[in-house]
């Protein structure tokens, strides 16, 4: 009896040693890669350097050649004035007031944004791989749950101290979509919106209860923000702040980093904001 089963543990050892497991067969098959992705055959990576020199050489003639004129450039920096500091700027009131009217405008966009991730109907997944449950969504929709003035205020008119995320809903954890499914998954945070540079202005819609989140409007983006990473300005520093923006001031944070801004500009009590190191 003893002979038998040892026997048979024999044969299923030998059995278990001749099998190749199916992953690692059809990633040492050449034939296979070509199946599953044919540009690795039309288009092998060798014959692609990643030096950028090989496919700009320095040397050829136009090199240094702007890829826009200057009248390109002049028309683009006033654009780019006039999202941030003209007329469609978070702190233009008139450019404020027709978004917080607009039924398209930053109550649509908060109404969405929060269907979108917390409709009965819709899964989504937390950095566990779990799905993201009915205690989450009703968290969320509580968070949300703010009031939108109809009218433009000054109060509201505020500036980014940091680089800053722009959150589709109140939280900085993430949802994603089913990890199964091919693109999905880690690392694509479906609650990731944007990002906002340090010095942006914005415009304070509304804050969550605990006052931690602040609905914004950007020069590009509506969205949630860490309360922490913005401060509220007033008439005196967007005056000086702008006058030196319209002299082309590149380097503005260098020159006058907001962590040494003076209380007089910005409605804080006076902490340390470290933002320009």
């Known amino acids: 009896m003893k002979q038998m089963i040892g026997f048979s543990i024999l044969l299923l050892l030998i059995g278990c040693s001749n099998k190749t497991p199916h992953s690692l067969s059809l990633f040492n098959d050449k034939q296979d890669i070509n199946v599953i992705d044919q540009t690795k055959k039309l288009f092998p990576i060798a014959n692609y350097p990643q030096n950028s020199t090989r496919w700009i050489p320095p040397n050829e003639p136009g090199y240094r050649q702007p890829f826009l004129t200057e009248l390109q450039q002049k028309k683009a920096f006033n654009t780019l004035l006039a999202h ?43 950095e566990n791989f779990r799905l993201l449950d009915a205690g989450w969504k009703a968290k969320m929709q509580h968070r949300v749950s703010v009031s939108i003035a109809d009218r433009y205020t000054p109060t509201g008119r505020g500036i980014t101290l940091r680089e800053t995320a722009v959150r589709f809903l109140p939280t900085a954890y993430p949802a994603f979509e089913d990890p199964r499914e091919a693109g999905q998954g880690y690392p694509f945070d479906m609650l990731q919106n944007s990002t906002l540079h340090p010095a ?78």
């Not at 917080?100 to 819709?122: I, M, Y």
């Not at 944070?253 to 804080?268: N, Q, T």
């Open 84 to 126: 941030y500091f003209g007329e469609q700027s978070p702190w233009n009131g008139d450019y404020i007031q027709s978004v917080l009217q607009d039924a398209k405008g930053a109550k649509r966009n908060l109404s969405h944004f929060a269907e979108k991730f917390t409709a009965a109907n819709v899964s989504h997944y937390g």
């Open 200 to 277: 942006e202005p914005v415009y304070i819609v509304a804050v969550t209860a605990d006052r931690s989140w602040s609905f914004i409007i950007s020069p590009t983006e509506m969205g949630w923000v860490d309360s922490s990473h913005i401060a509220k300005v007033n008439d005196h520093f967007i005056q000086q702040w702008t006058t030196m923006a319209k002299k082309s001031l590149g380097q503005l944070l260098m020159i006058m980093p907001v962590s040494l801004i003076s209380r007089a500009y910005l409605d804080l009590p006076p902490v340390p904001v470290h933002c320009c190191h």
